[in-house]
């Protein structure tokens, strides 16, 4: 019943930069800690950032100083501010929040659809 809806993938230049968004919809009592992963064919879903509800944040050590995690509570959405982007970086980008509900009442996993990002050179 929870449903993450991303947006802002696209293709974009080494150098440039991409905003990711990450909108939970539904009966929401409160949306936890949310985050992105990212995966590339043939290699392990990877975290990328996380950030709690309180703000917190947590990075990749590949994307440190370059990305930043954001998030507005009232609207239960996450963004993802992807700058200085490198070929490296391409890949399907997944967001995710635990999320409580009234079946759920301490929160449960949901994730996006995923969105494409790709870096050229």
């Known amino acids: 019943q929870v449903q993450l809806v991303e947006s802002g993938g696209g293709l974009v230049q080494a150098g440039g930069s991409l905003r990711l968004s990450c909108a939970a919809s539904g009966v929401i009592s409160r949306t936890n800690t949310m985050g992105w992963y990212r995966q590339v064919p043939g290699k392990q879903r990877e975290l990328v950032a996380e950030i709690t509800s309180a703000g917190s944040t947590n990075y990749a050590s590949s994307v440190k100083g370059r990305f930043t995690s954001s998030r507005d509570n009232a609207k239960n959405t996450v963004y993802l501010q992807m700058n200085s982007l490198k070929p490296e970086d391409t890949a399907v980008y997944y967001c995710?929040?635990?999320?409580?509900?009234?079946?759920?009442?301490?929160?449960?996993?949901?994730w996006g659809q995923g969105t494409q990002v790709t870096v050229s050179s």
């Open positions: 995710y929040a635990n999320v409580a509900t009234i079946g759920f009442p301490y929160g449960n996993d949901y």
